[in-house]
């Protein structure tokens, strides 16, 4: 009985190894190719199970999904002759996994390297047509149709499909940002003097406008004084020639005290005056 049980079990299992190897399962993330012998028999598979003879096929799995590269600083030469060390990195997918496969034999790390070659040389045409400020401001669809424009087919010879190509940073070498800094400050320096100078100009005009109006200000108040003045004066004179006119000798006495007032009693004056004559005429007569 157990004689018979144990080729029994050994067939079982030798039936279920061959079905397992038959059987290989592809995802919705893969790409897979089926070969005999080597030689490629398929690579279109959709997700699913599906079926291989054991031994005499093998099947080989791909990613189907985007794939990303970092790629180190390159140096590219812009339209002004400058340098420009530039990072990037690359978007890619494998869309034609046979393609892919045969131009690469499958490796992921020589497929990278490939592309990246290709799109140095489409990132060294694309910013030899422009400026650092150009390449600055460059949109992300501007950069990967200049780049497919020159590399495109080189890239679908790999098998592969360019999805995005980001430049992470830009910079000057040491030497050429020396010198573009000096340039940029200088150019500062213009734009502070001239901003300097434009503000002293309108200053200027603004002091002399104020001064102007100051001016004009200060000569109508003095016109306007000086006719106040004058009319006060008139208003002045004209009751001082009433009052004579109707008390002569209140007039007279008025009068002298006003010159008694500002003639004696002041600093360090000197007054030679006779006694008897006509200025102490009140002070003579204090009665009347």
Not at 49 to 55: E, G
């Amino acid at each position: 009985m157990a004689g018979r049980i144990l080729p029994i079990l050994i067939g079982a299992l030798v039936a279920f190894w061959l079905l397992m190897s038959a059987v290989f399962q592809v995802q919705e993330t893969e790409f897979a190719i089926k070969f005999r012998f080597s030689e490629i028999v398929k690579a279109d598979y959709q997700p699913g199970l599906h079926f291989m003879v054991p031994i005499v096929n093998t099947v080989r799995k791909f990613d189907r999904r985007v794939l990303t590269r970092n790629y180190p600083a390159e140096q590219f030469l812009t339209s002004e002759g400058k340098m420009l060390n530039v990072d990037f990195y690359v978007k890619w997918r494998v869309s034609d996994v046979g393609q892919y496969y045969q131009s690469t034999g499958g490796d992921e790390e020589a497929g990278a390297a490939r592309l990246a070659e290709i799109v140095k040389d489409g990132l060294k045409g694309v910013i030899a047509k422009r400026t650092i400020q150009q390449v600055v401001a460059a949109e992300r669809a501007e950069f990967i149709g200049d780049i497919l424009q020159f590399g495109g087919e080189s890239i679908a010879q790999l098998g592969l499909t360019l999805v995005d190509v980001r430049v992470k940073r830009i910079d000057l070498p040491t030497n050429v940002s020396e010198s573009v800094f000096n340039r940029m400050r200088q150019d500062f320096l213009r734009v502070a003097s001239q901003l300097r100078a434009e503000g002293d100009e309108q200053a200027q005009r603004i002091r002399a406008e104020a001064e102007r109006e100051r001016t004009e200000a200060l000569a109508i108040g003095n016109r306007d004084a000086e006719k106040i003045r004058g009319e006060g004066d008139a208003v002045a004179a004209a009751t001082y020639a009433r009052m004579y006119q109707r008390y002569p000798e209140f007039y007279s006495f008025h009068r002298s005290l006003q010159a008694y007032r500002r003639a004696i009693g002041q600093p360090n004056d000197v007054l030679v005056i006779a006694p008897d004559g006509e200025f102490f005429k009140y002070m003579k007569q204090p009665g009347r």
